[in-house]
C-alpha cells in the first residue's frame, strides 16, 4: 500500500498537487484515486439547467445556442456573452475582454462548462467559465488534448471540483493515477467474503469506477466500493463494541421502597404505555455492568424528562449521582424548575422538612453567584446533591463528584462530543450515557442505522396537545404573504393569545470581525449566532436581528402590541423576568433568538414566525416550533425566506412545512445534507467517509456487513491474519476518528 501514501507532487507537479491539496484535500495518490466522480454524463444526454444551485460550482454539459459580442460604452472593451442549453431551460456564460473566444465557441457545438453559478437581472450565469468542447473538430480552451476521443465511446465522470481544477483536469490526474500505481492497490476484503457477496477485487473497481464503458460498469464498481466503506467502518465499530463490553460500569439498580419509588407513587398521573417500556429498557441497560449507550428519541412534549428523571433516581437509589447537561441557561433553569417541582420534599434531602429518602437537586451555570455557586460545587464533590443540571459549567475541570454513575444528555446536536466526552470522564468508572433528542442529526441516525448506539422511542403524545400547521413564506417572492402573516400574528394576540418571533442574530454585536471568532463568541452565549446551513454566499445581507427586527415591528405592522426581546446576552435576572411576564400573559409577542428553542412551556403561544428561516437547520426549526400548540389552541409556524424557489435551502423549509414526524425530518436532513462524518466530530455533513454509502439507501449493505464484521472481529480481534484490512483501517481512522472511537 505505499505507493498509495506517494504524495502527488511525484506524480503530477508541485503547481498541480498544491491545487489538489489546497482545494480538495487531495494529498496522496490513494486520495486522488478515492475521489469518485459525483455523476456521469453521456454525449447527447445534457444536463438539467434548471436544477442548478446559485453559488454551486457546477460542471455541465449544455449545447451552444448563441453568442454575442458586445462592446462596452464609452469605454474600451467587450462582454462576449454565450448561451447554452438543455434544449428546455438556457445559462448565460460571460467572458469579459475575451472576444477571441468566438473562434471556438460557435452555435450548434456541445461542450463542458465550469464555474459558480451566479446571478444577473434574474438571469442564471457563469462568468469566466473554464470549458472543454466535446466535438469531433474541436480543440479544448485548456490545452487539455482532443476531449471528443478522450470520452469516446463512454461515459463523462464529472466530479467533486474546485474553480482552480475543473472537473476534466482532474479526470486527467486520475488517468495518470490509474495507468501508474492501479498495480499498487491492496485488497483490503478477505477472499471468502468476496466470493459470498459475488465481489469484484479493488483495483478492478477503481478503474471501472473512473472509466466505465456503461452504466453497468458503473454499477458493479459502486457495489464493491459500497461493501469497502460499509466492512471497514462495521469492523471499526465492532472492535469498539467488543472494547465496550469488556470495560467496567458499576450496575445501578432502584431499590424497592427507596426514592425511585417514592417518586413513582407521587405521580398525579399514570405513565404512558411508552414510557413505561421506554423506563424498562433503560433500566436494564443499568443494570448491567458496561456502560449504558442509549438515544431517547422522542417528539416535542412527549415527556423525554419525566423518563431521564426516573433513570436519575434510580442512580441514585444505588448510591450514586447523575448529571444532566443542557445546552442553555434558560433551559437549565427550567429543567431545574420542574425538577423540583416534580418531586417536592424529595429534591430536600437532608435540608429542614425535607423527605428521609430524599436527595439534593441542584443547579450550575456560568452567571452563577459565587456564594451559591460554591455552595453547588461543594454538594456535587461531597455527596448530598444526588442530582446536578447545568450548562457547560458542569464540564470545568473544578466540578468534582463523589460517584458520577449517569450523564444526561438533552439536546445532543448542541453539544460537540468533545464536551460529552469531559463529563464522562468525571466518573471513577465509565458513567452510563443517555442521550435526549427530538430530531436526531444527521450523524446520529447514520450511527443509529450502524449499530452503534441502541435506541428507545417515545412515540406517544400526552393528551390535549394541538396540532402544528407550518407553511413557507416567500418573502422576496410574495411581499404580501409576509404582511399577512403579521396580520396573523395580531389575529390570534385579538383571541388572547401570544406569539413568538425569531431571528438568527441578536443585533448588538459590535461590527462584523473575524468570523472564528465571532462563532466563538455566539458559542458562548447559547449558540444563538446559528450557523447558515443553506446555500449561502457572502453576498447575502446579514441575518436579521432581534433588536432591529422588534424595533421595526413596534413602530409598524405589530404597533400597539406589547412586544419585548430575550436572547443569550440579557442578564440572567433580566431573562427571568421576561419569560415570567411572557408565561403570565404579559407580553403579546417575544422576539428572541434561538434561546428559547427548547423546554420553553408556554400553552397559551399559539404563532411563530421565523425570520431568515433558511439560516436554522432543520432540526433547530423543528425544535422551535415546538414553543407553539402546546395548549387546547392549534398552533401555526411561519417559515420566513427570501431563498428563490427551487434553492436546496427552499427544499428544506418545504420539507419541515410538510412533517410533524421528527424521524421523517431527520432523514430528509440527512438525505441533503449527507450523513456528517460517521466516524469524526464533524455535524455538519460537509465532510464525510462515506463516498459511495448511503445510510438510507443501503441499510442492507450495511446490516449485512456488520454481521460479516462482528463474525471477523470475534475470531481475530487485533486483525493479525488481515494485515491489508488493518492498514484500510488505520487509513480510515486518522488520529481524531481514532480519539473519538476510544473516547465513544
Known amino acids: ?31 486522488l484515486l478515492h475521489h469518485y466522480p459525483r455523476r456521469y454524463v453521456e454525449r447527447g444526454q445534457l444536463t438539467s439547467l434548471d436544477e442548478l444551485e446559485i453559488d454551486e460550482h457546477v460542471t455541465v454539459l449544455a449545447r451552444i445556442e448563441k453568442v454575442t459580442l458586445i462592446p462596452f460604452r464609452g469605454r474600451k472593451g467587450d462582454r462576449l456573452e454565450v448561451v447554452v442549453t438543455d434544449g428546455r431551460s438556457r445559462l448565460s456564460l460571460v467572458f469579459f475582454n475575451q472576444g477571441w473566444r468566438q473562434k471556438e465557441l460557435k452555435p450548434g457545438a456541445q461542450g463542458l462548462f465550469a464555474g459558480k453559478v451566479g446571478v444577473f437581472n434574474r438571469t442564471r450565469q457563469l462568468v469566466s467559465p473554464d470549458y472543454q468542447l466535446l466535438d469531433e473538430d474541436a480543440t479544448a480552451s485548456t490545452g487539455a488534448g482532443d476531449a471528443a476521443q478522450q470520452f469516446a465511446g463512454r461515459l463523462i465522470p464529472v466530479y467533486g471540483a474546485s474553480a482552480q481544477m475543473p472537473s476534466w483536469k482532474l479526470s486527467i490526474c486520475i488517468e495518470t493515477a490509474l495507468t501508474k500505481h492501479l498495480g499498487d492497490v491492496g485488497e483490503p476484503l478477505p477472499a471468502e467474503l468476496r466470493e459470498r457477496h459475488d465481489l469484484i477485487p479493488l483495483p478492478e473497481a477503481l478503474e471501472l469506477i473512473h472509466r466505465p464503458r456503461g452504466h453497468a460498469d458503473r454499477e458493479r464498481a459502486q457495489s464493491r466500493l459500497r461493501w469497502d466503506e460499509a466492512f471497514v467502518l462495521q469492523v471499526a465499530l465492532a472492535q469498539r463494541r467488543a472494547a465496550d463490553s469488556a470495560l467496567p460500569a458499576k450496575p445501578r439498580r432502584a431499590r424497592e421502597g427507596g426514592l425511585l419509588d417514592a417518586f413513582d407513587a407521587r405521580l398525579p398521573f399514570t405513565l404512558t404505555e411508552g414510557q413505561q417500556k421506554v423506563s424498562a429498557e433503560i433500566a436494564a441497560d443499568l443494570a448491567t455492568e458496561h456502560p449504558m449507550h442509549r438515544l431517547l428519541q422522542g417528539e416535542v412534549g412527549s415527556g423525554k424528562t419525566l423518563v431521564a428523571l426516573r433513570a436519575m433516581l434510580a442512580v441514585v437509589d444505588s448510591g450514586g449521582q447523575a448529571v444532566l447537561l443542557a445546552p442553555t441557561e434558560v433551559l437549565a433553569q427550567q429543567h431545574h424548575r420542574s425538577i423540583v417541582e416534580m418531586m417536592g420534599d424529595l429534591a430536600e434531602g437532608g435540608m429542614l422538612g425535607g423527605s428521609d429518602l430524599g436527595t439534593r437537586v441542584v443547579l450550575l451555570t456560568g452567571s452563577m453567584g459565587v456564594a451559591a455557586r460554591r455552595q453547588a460545587l461543594l454538594d456535587m464533590a461531597c455527596g448530598d446533591a ?51 433528542t427530538a430530531t436526531p442529526i444527521p450523524r446520529t441516525v447514520a450511527m443509529t442505522v450502524f449499530g452503534d448506539l441502541e435506541t428507545s422511542v417515545l412515540d406517544q403524545l400526552p393528551a390535549g396537545r394541538s396540532p402544528i400547521s407550518t407553511h413557507v413564506v416567500p418573502a422576496l417572492e410574495k411581499p404580501n404573504f409576509l404582511t399577512r402573516a403579521w396580520e396573523r400574528v395580531r389575529e390570534e394576540v385579538a383571541k388572547g393569545h401570544q406569539a413568538y418571533v425569531v431571528c438568527p442574530r441578536i443585533g448588538d454585536e459590535e461590527p462584523a470581525t473575524d468570523p472564528k471568532k465571532k462563532r466563538r463568541k455566539a458559542a458562548e452565549e447559547d449558540f444563538e449566532e446559528v450557523a447558515d446551513e443553506g ?204 480519539a473519538y472511537m476510544e473516547k465513544g
Open 1 to 31: 500500500m505505499g505507493a498509495l501514501d506517494e504524495p502527488l507532487t511525484k506524480l503530477v507537479g508541485d503547481r498541480t498537487a498544491k491545487v489538489l491539496a489546497d482545494s480538495l484535500k487531495l494529498r496522496t495518490v490513494g486520495d
Open 386 to 436: 444526588g442530582i446536578a443540571i447545568g450548562t457547560h459549567a458542569l464540564i470545568e475541570d473544578k466540578v468534582q463528584f463523589q460517584d458520577l454513575g449517569l450523564v444526561v444528555v438533552d439536546e445532543q446536536h448542541r453539544f460537540g462530543v468533545e464536551q460529552r466526552d469531559a463529563l464522562r470522564a468525571k466518573g471513577e468508572q465509565p458513567p452510563h450515557l443517555l442521550v435526549m
Open 535 to 738: 446555500a449561502a454566499s457572502d453576498e447575502r445581507r446579514p441575518p436579521l436581528s432581534v433588536v432591529e427586527t422588534a424595533e421595526k415591528l413596534t413602530k409598524g405592522p405589530l404597533s400597539g402590541l406589547r412586544v419585548e426581546i430575550l436572547h443569550g446576552r440579557l442578564a440572567p435576572e433580566a431573562k427571568d423576568e421576561v419569560m415570567r411576564r411572557f408565561a403570565a400573559g404579559e407580553v403579546d409577542v417575544l422576539v428572541a433568538t434561538t434561546v428559547i428553542e427548547v423546554g420553553v412551556n408556554v400553552p397559551n403561544s399559539t404563532a411563530m414566525v421565523i425570520m431568515d428561516a433558511d439560516r436554522f437547520g432543520v432540526s433547530q426549526l423543528h425544535q422551535l416550533r415546538g414553543r407553539v400548540g402546546r395548549g387546547s389552541a392549534a398552533g401555526l409556524c411561519l417559515l420566513v425566506s427570501e431563498m428563490p424557489g427551487g434553492s436546496a435551502a427552499r427544499a428544506r423549509l418545504d420539507a419541515v412545512a410538510g412533517t410533524l414526524d421528527g424521524f421523517e425530518l431527520s432523514r430528509i436532513d440527512l438525505e441533503q445534507r449527507r450523513e456528517g462524518d460517521v466516524l469524526g466530530q464533524a455535524q455538519s455533513g460537509v465532510k464525510s467517509s462515506l463516498k459511495v454509502l448511503s445510510v438510507l439507501e443501503d441499510e442492507e449493505v450495511i446490516l449485512t456487513a456488520r454481521t460479516e464484521a462482528t463474525r471477523l472481529v470475534a475470531e481475530d480481534p487485533d486483525l493479525a491474519a488481515h494485515p491489508e484490512l488493518r492498514t484500510a483501517l488505520e487509513s480510515l481512522l486518522d488520529e481524531d476518528r481514532a
